[in-house]
């Protein structure tokens, strides 16, 4: 019986093979004819560098409320143990590397100069990678802000001090968005910018259910662009996409642009 099974399974992962080798064509030829192509990127691109992701199989809300850690009124009541959480994170982060998909869009942007990345993440990986134009939404682990005078300042300690001052004296916090605050309005009026403009979105490891990065594919769909999904799993976005790649970030992205 194994033996019957054998050539199935093998037939099956050619064709599986010319399947993606077909979609890598298909998005070549549009990246051929594109004027302004953008990405928009989640947790999941960062994922191949160890990165955890929010959502899924170990994702970080799986086994902690974001409404106790990631919300204005956790902070008040308890920024202690938000700064513990923020400071595990900052941990992690500080030790993983750029992977192969974070390179592949530094590679792309070589060829197209006004490559916008929209990323929610805050790990600020993509930057780290060399990517020249980054639009962070939800902000970055790696800045805080005083309570008290509102200054932004890079902070790059690990461990951090818990909770840390600023030299007016103010409580610092993550410059990072938290559920229910808005999004910074430079950075989200760009986006919806970029998205309006582009013809060729690419949407990376993101599980499209965060407002409101999650409307950036609709509403570029809704202005004519070609969209093309990368992600391992099936998202509630996926059905606006023209193409969806069930595949790693960090094994696709350097196929398709050749490195
Ligand atoms: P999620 O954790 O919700 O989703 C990650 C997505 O990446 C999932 O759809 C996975 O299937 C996919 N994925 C996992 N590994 C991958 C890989 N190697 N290649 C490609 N895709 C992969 O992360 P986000 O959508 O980014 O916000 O979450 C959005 C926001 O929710 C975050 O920015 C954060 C979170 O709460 C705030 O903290 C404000």
Not at 174 to 202: H, K, Q, Y
Not at 212 to 227: C, H, I, T, V, W
Not at 229 to 256: C, H, Q, W, Y
Request: proline share 7%; charged share 25%.
């Amino acid at each position: 019986m194994s033996q019957k099974r054998a050539p199935d399974r093998a037939a099956r992962v050619v064709r599986r093979m010319q399947d993606l080798s077909n979609t890598i064509e298909e998005i070549r030829g549009r990246l051929e004819d594109s004027r302004m192509p953008v990405v928009l990127s989640g947790a999941g691109i960062s994922a191949e560098s160890g990165v955890p992701t929010f959502r899924g199989a170990g994702g970080l809300w799986k086994n902690m409320r974001a409404e106790d850690l990631a919300t204005p009124e956790a902070f008040e009541r308890d920024p202690v143990l938000v700064w513990e959480f923020y400071d595990y994170r900052r941990r992690v982060l500080a030790g993983v590397r750029p992977n192969p998909a974070h390179y592949a869009l530094v590679r792309l942007a070589e060829r197209f100069k006004d490559l916008t990345i929209i990323t929610q993440n805050v790990d600020g990986l993509h930057s780290l990678a060399g990517s020249p134009k980054v639009l962070e939404l939800h902000g970055n682990i790696w800045r805080t802000r005083c309570l008290g005078c509102g200054r932004v300042e890079e902070n790059r300690d690990v461990p951090i001090t818990i909770p840390p001052r600023c030299a007016c004296g103010g409580m610092l916090r993550p410059d990072v968005v938290w559920f229910g605050e808005a999004l910074p309005a430079d950075v989200i009026e760009a986006a919806f910018e970029a998205a309006d403009r582009t013809d060729l979105m690419f949407v990376v490891g993101t599980s499209g259910v965060v407002q409101p990065a999650a409307s950036l594919a609709p509403r570029a769909k809704a202005n004519g662009a070609y969209l093309v999904e990368i992600n391992p799993d099936a998202t509630p976005i996926s059905t606006v996409m023209d193409v969806v790649v069930k595949e790693k970030a960090g094994e696709f992205l350097p196929r398709l642009v050749g490195i």
